[in-house]
């Protein structure tokens, strides 16, 4: 076991317990609504129910981190992209097309119940197959809902190179356990690892992106400034 990567770990899962102390405690996805004080920028981190972490201490284990407006001039807020992945709270559904999240759990409860949903993966569909696809999903909102999150607000500007986008790649390369040894595995009842994405079974995250990249251990500087700098 690396014992670098292993110490990083226990470093990162101690900026993400300051983070839910000054947060006041980790919130469901089905819990959260646009009425909360969100950031207008920031990262987040989810944390699945039943997956521990085994290796660099007690408690959950991140299993999926993201960010939003990637790219220069987008307009996209934290809590909009929240929302894509949280689905409609009115009716429960929600459009996986809109949220590679939703669409990678939705390809695992495929696997797992033998669904036979065609047009999930396909990047457009008619009205019709959007009604046959509804019944997943509400089953991906379901799944997606009881996961809790934390947030940190990074309000710089939209791009490949914004600091947030910098600390999601960083944070995803140091938790992959992607082609390495691994440290904090997923359970093996996780539904990753009936997801289609090799990524995603061989890192353990919900994550396609930057699971196969080296990290720098530099991102835990900025992380923990902007914790006490602005959270919300």
């Keep these: 076991m690396s014992e ?3 110490e990083r770990l226990q470093k990162f899962y101690s900026i993400l317990a300051h983070l839910e102390e000054k947060l006041g405690g980790a919130r469901t996805l089905a819990a959260c609504s646009g009425q909360l004080p969100w950031p207008r920028r920031g990262v987040y981190f989810f944390m699945e129910p039943g997956e521990t972490r085994k290796q660099s201490g007690n408690g959950p284990r991140v299993v999926r981190v993201g960010t939003h407006a990637t790219r220069a001039n987008s307009e996209t807020n934290l809590w909009g992209r929240l929302r894509q992945h949280r689905g409609d709270q009115r009716n429960g559904g929600g459009n996986h097309r809109a949220s590679i999240f939703r669409l990678i759990v939705g390809t695992a409860i495929i696997a797992r119940h033998q669904y036979e949903v ?3 993966d396909a990047k457009h569909a008619s009205a ?5 696809e509804a019944a997943l999903e509400h089953e991906v909102s379901k799944f997606l809902g009881a996961f809790k999150l934390l947030w940190v607000g990074i309000d710089d500007e939209p791009g490949t190179q ?5 600390i999601e790649r960083n944070a995803i390369a140091l938790l992959s356990n992607y ?18 994405r090799e990524h995603v079974r061989k890192s353990g995250l919900w994550n396609s992106d930057y699971v196969d990249v080296d990290y720098e251990a530099a991102f835990l500087m900025p992380l923990t400034r902007f914790l006490t700098r602005n959270l919300v």
């Design 4 to 6: 670098a990567r292993l």
């Design 118 to 120: 065609v047009s999930w």
């Design 128 to 132: 019709q197959l959007r009604k046959a």
């Design 162 to 166: 914004s600091l947030r986008v910098y």
């Design 179 to 196: 082609n390495r040894e691994e440290i904090d595995p997923p359970s093996p009842a996780w539904l990753g690892r009936l997801c289609d």
